[in-house]
Each structure stands twice: as C-alpha cells, then as structure tokens.
C-alpha cells in the first residue's frame, strides 16, 4: 500500500496564482484531513472531511477551499495565493471505529508563495 | 478553539539519558496521540492512548493518558542519536485532531 500521497512534493507561486493540492489515500479511510506547518509551530487544521461529500471547516480555513468526490481523493485549493500562505501542508487519512482513530500522513507539500 | 500546550519546547540531552515532554489541555479529549516528524518527512504515529489512565509502551517508549482526560506525557528511555526529531502531541475529540506546538529533541552523541 502506498499510504497517503501527497503531490507535488514542493511548489512555488506568484501571488494571486491558484493551484490545487493533490491527495489521495488507498487505505480506504473515511476521515481526511488538511493542515499546515508554519516553522516552529504545531500542524494547523484546515479542513477536514468524514466521507465523501462532506467536509468542514477546521481552524484556519480561510483562503482555501476542498472537495471530497471520492473517498480516496481530498484535493486542497488556494485561489488567490498570498505571502501568508506560505507553509508546508499535510494531508492525513484516518479510520476512526473503536477507538482506533490513528491519523496516517503524507510526506507533505512545501509551497512558497512570492 | 481546542488547544495544547507542549513542553518543553526545545530539549539537548546526552545519548543515553531519559526524556520526558508532556501536553496540557483545557478540553478533554478521547484518544490522545504522540508523533514523530524528522525533517523533510510527516508525522508517524509512536503510541496511541485511549483509555483515560492507560499506560502504553512501544519500545524505548512510554506514554500516558491523565486521569482527567486532559494531559498525557511520553517518556523516552535511553535516549539514542535517531531519536532526534519533533514530537508532537495530539488529542482527538470527535472527529477532529488537534496538535500540540511540538518539542524539537537534540541528542548529543
């Protein structure tokens, strides 16, 4: 199995570029997740998902939007990309049932906004 | 919002000694996590807690979940050059997961 992947692996924008996160998952989890890591800081959560066609917003959701059409796919987009932006992003999968909610991660993606 | 506070923040131990970092909590949480992240890499679960008391070990190892549902600690023995990296905590409520800031660990040969 390959886990959660995460593409591309680094990235740079102009501001007020869009692009799209790509992330998918072969473990056939219902729960996915986004979040951002600023230097020096914990994983920020963004959105979030608990099966397809549903998703909410996390913690810094602003910027950003999702979309979950298949249960192996939680694609990540920024519209109008902006210097704050700037972060490296993971994508996370978990199969939450009793007990067992153990978040899987991808190697992330680093984006740079300029 | 939910929040952790990880301590320490930063640790520089001797290979060999023992290590201990801990997470607080003002929510209570149902499942506590701790991760390990090296650099360029993503977290990867270390031990996962369920049971608020529970005491579970995984090798060199050991983290707890409070009583109270709202601290755990992870303890690491002997510490070795690999296990340089951030730890992060974690507690999930529902269908959220919440980390803490991280403790970067430097272990000196």
């Known amino acids: 199995n390959a886990g959660v992947t995460q593409t591309p692996k680094f990235r740079i924008l102009k501001i007020g570029q869009s692009m799209t996160l790509q992330c998918t998952q072969d473990?056939?989890?219902?729960?996915m997740y986004w979040y951002r890591q600023d230097p020096g800081m914990g994983l920020k959560l963004i959105y979030y998902?608990?099966?397809?066609?549903?998703?909410d917003k996390g913690e810094v959701p602003n910027g950003y939007n999702v979309s979950r059409s298949t249960t192996e796919d939680f694609p990540l987009r920024l519209e109008l990309a902006a210097p704050s932006q700037t972060s490296v992003y993971f994508c996370?999968?978990?199969?939450?049932?009793?007990?067992?909610?153990?978040?899987?991660f991808g190697q992330g993606t680093r984006l740079t906004v300029v | 919002g939910q929040q952790l506070n990880q301590s320490p923040q930063s640790m520089f131990i001797q290979e060999g000694e023992d290590v201990s970092m801990n997470c607080t909590s003002s929510?209570?949480?149902?499942?506590w996590l701790w991760y390990k992240q090296d650099p360029g890499e993503g977290p990867v679960l270390l031990i996962a807690?369920?049971?608020?008391?529970e005491l579970t070990s995984n090798g060199r190892l050991t983290a707890q979940f409070g009583i109270t549902r709202k601290d755990s600690f992870l303890n690491i023995s002997a510490s070795i050059p690999s296990d340089v990296g951030i730890y992060f905590c974690?507690?999930?409520?529902?269908?959220?997961?919440?980390f803490g800031k991280g403790t970067k660990l430097t272990v000196n040969p």
């Open positions: 996370a999968s978990s199969r939450p049932g009793q007990g067992l909610t153990e978040a899987f």
């Open positions: 473990m056939n989890h219902n729960y």
């Open positions: 998902s608990v099966g397809a066609g549903i998703t």
């Open positions: 929510s209570i949480f149902n499942t």
């Open positions: 807690l369920y049971k608020a008391g």
């Open positions: 974690a507690g999930q409520l529902s269908e959220k997961l919440v």
